[in-house]
């Protein structure tokens, strides 16, 4: 695997179809592929796709690999931000890309994996790591007691539910990891997104004193909430506008109140 942190990479090869005409866009995609030869060394090749108005960067890329290059490897499932699999770093952002306008961006369009995560190929990245961390949150409403019939409610106040609200946006996509540079340097830190998902079960008033206990030494670890340095590069970059920062601080605040001692 290539490990893809070097966001000035070189601009090499090209295989596409070079066109003036002003309803083209020209894209310059990563490409790496270990398994085929003339691919193994990391670079960019451009691509020129005839533009449409309305048009995501989803859609451009669907068309290179389409109508140009079969073998342009990327993730993408819903197309509509909810699925969370095209995260990207577009023009020096991560971006989704079904969720960004064309029109918006500034050309060439330079599209590359995610930073600070092993590629596989082209643009999808190695998203082990990323799950490790969500799941080492325990990202699941886990109750102290279930009720004796499983299909009642188990109801949370209007207040409850508004505070964890956006906590509960997240689609894993893993853009603010990406950005965080942090995590870039610390393997171990939980992450924006972990944390946020600490967050929204620790905040959640339904869950018992037994699990809340057990979250709050999850929140308090060496790797967790004291690692932030509340750069705010998660915040600006989620798709779906958490206030990951927030959410750490906050977190802070509880970590503290739980050592405070009163004599
Ligand atoms: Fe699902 Fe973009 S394709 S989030």
Redesign the pocket.
């Known amino acids: 695997m290539s490990s893809h942190t070097d966001q000035s990479g070189t601009v090499a090869g090209s295989n596409a179809e070079v066109s003036t005409d002003e309803h083209t866009v020209h894209m310059k995609i990563f490409r790496y592929d270990p398994e085929v030869e003339a691919k193994q060394e990391p670079r960019f090749d451009d691509f020129y796709i005839p533009y449409e108005k309305g048009m995501t960067l989803?859609d451009g890329l669907l068309t290179a690999r389409d109508k140009h290059d079969q073998s342009l490897c990327f993730?993408?499932?819903?197309?509509?931000?909810?699925?969370?699999?095209?995260?990207l770093l577009v023009n020096g952002r991560q971006r989704?890309?079904?969720?960004t306008q064309i029109s918006d961006l500034e050309e060439p369009i330079r599209i590359e994996p995610l930073p600070n995560q092993d590629v596989v190929k082209d643009l999808v990245v190695d998203m082990t790591h990323f799950y490790d961390r969500m799941h080492a949150t325990d990202p699941y409403f886990d109750p102290d007691e279930t009720p004796d019939d499983g299909l009642e409610e188990q109801r949370q106040s209007r207040e409850n539910r508004e505070k964890v609200k956006l906590s509960t946006r997240c689609?894993w996509?893993g853009a603010c990891m990406s950005a965080c540079t942090i995590a870039g340097s610390d393997d171990q830190y939980l992450g924006p997104a972990a944390l946020n998902k600490a967050y929204r079960f620790y905040m959640d008033e339904r869950e018992g004193d037994d699990k809340h206990r057990e979250r709050l030494e999850i929140i308090e670890q060496e790797h967790a909430v004291w690692r932030c340095q509340t750069q705010f590069s998660c915040t600006n970059v989620c798709?779906k506008n958490i206030p990951l920062t927030e959410h750490i601080q906050e977190l802070k605040r509880e970590a503290v109140k739980d050592q405070l001692k009163f004599w």
């Open positions: 989803l993730r993408h499932s819903c197309r509509q931000a909810v699925c969370g699999s095209d995260a989704l890309a079904c969720q689609i996509c798709p």
